[in-house]
């Protein structure tokens, strides 16, 4: 299913959130997700100064650290219309977190 078919005006960019996982254990996953986006015409752009989202150190108690863990990657995305996230845990510590 194509985009074009879904949405009436699909946006021109999106921002890509890596996640670490990607990061570090599925990098293949993350090129490939932002190929499937690329073959609608829509440039991905990948900010280099993103981070993980905080989730670990969320999960493991460590509140004090994934709060500026979290703020470091929301600073990253804070100006962009459209951010695609290939975890929702990752987007839901985010936005809920």
């Known amino acids: 299913m194509s985009l074009r078919t879904t949405y009436p005006d699909p946006p021109k960019q999106v921002y890509f959130f890596g ?16 190929e499937l986006i690329r073959r609608e015409g829509i440039t991905v752009i990948f900010p280099q100064d993103q981070t993980c989202c905080g989730q670990p150190a969320y999960n493991s108690g460590t509140r004090a650290d994934a709060t500026k863990i979290a703020k470091q990657v929301i600073r990253a995305f804070e100006s962009f219309d459209y951010i695609v996230a290939p975890s929702g845990s990752c987007a839901g510590m985010l936005k809920k977190h």
């Open 19 to 34: 996640t670490c996982l990607v990061d570090m254990f599925y990098p293949e996953a993350g090129l490939a997700g932002m």
